[in-house]
C-alpha cells in the first residue's frame, strides 16, 4: 500500500555547477548495486566526478539525496538536458545476459549472480532484466509528487520507455529511455501503467 509518509535521507557533499529552475524530473538506473554505485559517485576522478543524480531509489525503498532540486548536475553531459532536470535514479542492476558455464546471470560489468529473479522481454536487443522492488513502486509515487509540488513541475508522466521526438519540450517525467534509443533504462519490468495512473488521477492508490 502507498502511503504519503516517507523520509529522504541526505547523502554526500557533491558539488554542482549552479542552480537553475526546473521542468523535468527524469527516472534512470544506477546498473550496478548500491554500494558499488555510491563508491563510484563518491571517488571517481579524484573525487572530481560530476555525473551526479539528485536522488537514488535503493531497493530497501530508502531514498538518498544528494543534490537540492535548483543544483544543475552534469549527469547527462549536456548542459541543455541538465539544466533543466531533477534526476531521480533507481538502484537496479538493468540488463542481465545468461551465464551458462556458472549456472546465473551475468550484468554489464560481467559480475555473476547466480541467485537472481529476472524479468524477461526482449527489448533493444536484451532479454533479461533486473526487477524493480515493491518497496521501489511504493515510494516513487510520493517522491515524484513532492518534487513535483515543491518545484512547480507539470504532474505529466510519459508513461512508457521508448524515444520520444521532441522530448525537450516535454514538461513533467521522463524516462531516460525517452530521450535516446541507446539507453536502456527504465527497463521492461518496470510498471509504467501503475505510475501512470497515479498522475493521471493524482492521487496515492492503495
Same mark, same amino acid.
Given at each position: 500500500?502507498?502511503?504519503?509518509?516517507?523520509?529522504?535521507?541526505? +547523502?554526500g557533499?557533491?558539488?554542482?555547477?549552479?542552480?537553475?529552475?526546473?521542468?523535468?524530473?527524469?527516472?534512470?538506473?544506477?546498473?550496478?548495486?548500491?554500494?558499488? +554505485?555510491?563508491?563510484?559517485?563518491?571517488?571517481?576522478?579524484?573525487?572530481?566526478?560530476?555525473?551526479?543524480?539528485?536522488?537514488?531509489?535503493?531497493?530497501t525503498?530508502?531514498?538518498?539525496k544528494?543534490?537540492?532540486?535548483?543544483?544543475?548536475?552534469?549527469?547527462?553531459?549536456?548542459?541543455?538536458?541538465?539544466?533543466e532536470?531533477?534526476?531521480?535514479?533507481?538502484?537496479?542492476?538493468?540488463?542481465?545476459?545468461?551465464?551458462?558455464?556458472?549456472?546465473?546471470?551475468?550484468?554489464?560489468?560481467?559480475?555473476?549472480?547466480?541467485?537472481?529473479?529476472?524479468f524477461?522481454?526482449?527489448?533493444?536487443?536484451?532479454i +533479461?532484466?533486473?526487477k524493480?522492488?515493491?518497496?521501489?513502486?511504493k515510494?516513487?509515487?510520493?517522491?515524484?509528487?513532492?518534487?513535483?509540488?515543491?518545484?512547480?513541475?507539470?504532474?505529466?508522466?510519459?508513461?512508457?520507455?521508448?524515444?520520444?521526438?521532441?522530448f525537450?519540450?516535454?514538461?513533467?517525467?521522463?524516462?531516460?529511455?525517452?530521450?535516446?534509443?541507446?539507453?536502456?533504462?527504465?527497463?521492461?519490468?518496470?510498471?509504467?501503467?501503475y505510475l501512470k495512473?497515479?498522475?493521471?488521477?493524482?492521487?496515492?492508490?492503495?
Amino acid at each position: 500500500m502507498l502511503t504519503k509518509e516517507f523520509t529522504v535521507d541526505k +547523502y554526500g557533499d557533491f558539488k554542482s555547477l549552479g542552480t537553475n529552475t526546473k521542468k523535468n524530473i527524469i527516472l534512470c538506473s544506477t546498473n550496478r548495486e548500491i554500494t558499488s +554505485y555510491l563508491i563510484s559517485l563518491k571517488f571517481r576522478y579524484l573525487k572530481e566526478f560530476s555525473r551526479i543524480p539528485h536522488y537514488i531509489i535503493t531497493k530497501t525503498g530508502t531514498v538518498l539525496k544528494l543534490l537540492e532540486d535548483t543544483d544543475v548536475g552534469y549527469f547527462f553531459q549536456d548542459i541543455e538536458i541538465d539544466k533543466e532536470s531533477i534526476i531521480v535514479c533507481f538502484e537496479n542492476l538493468g540488463w542481465f545476459e545468461k551465464e551458462i558455464q556458472n549456472n546465473g546471470f551475468k550484468d554489464c560489468f560481467g559480475n555473476i549472480y547466480k541467485e537472481v529473479e529476472v524479468f524477461e522481454k526482449k527489448w533493444r536487443d536484451k532479454i +533479461y532484466w533486473d526487477k524493480f522492488t515493491e518497496q521501489q513502486i511504493k515510494v516513487i509515487y510520493p517522491l515524484l509528487n513532492k518534487i513535483c509540488t515543491d518545484n512547480n513541475i507539470k504532474k505529466n508522466f510519459i508513461g512508457h520507455n521508448t524515444k520520444v521526438k521532441g522530448f525537450n519540450k516535454f514538461e513533467g517525467v521522463l524516462i531516460k529511455s525517452n530521450i535516446d534509443q541507446r539507453f536502456l533504462d527504465l527497463n521492461p519490468s518496470f510498471d509504467y501503467d501503475y505510475l501512470k495512473k497515479q498522475f493521471d488521477d493524482d492521487e496515492f492508490i492503495q
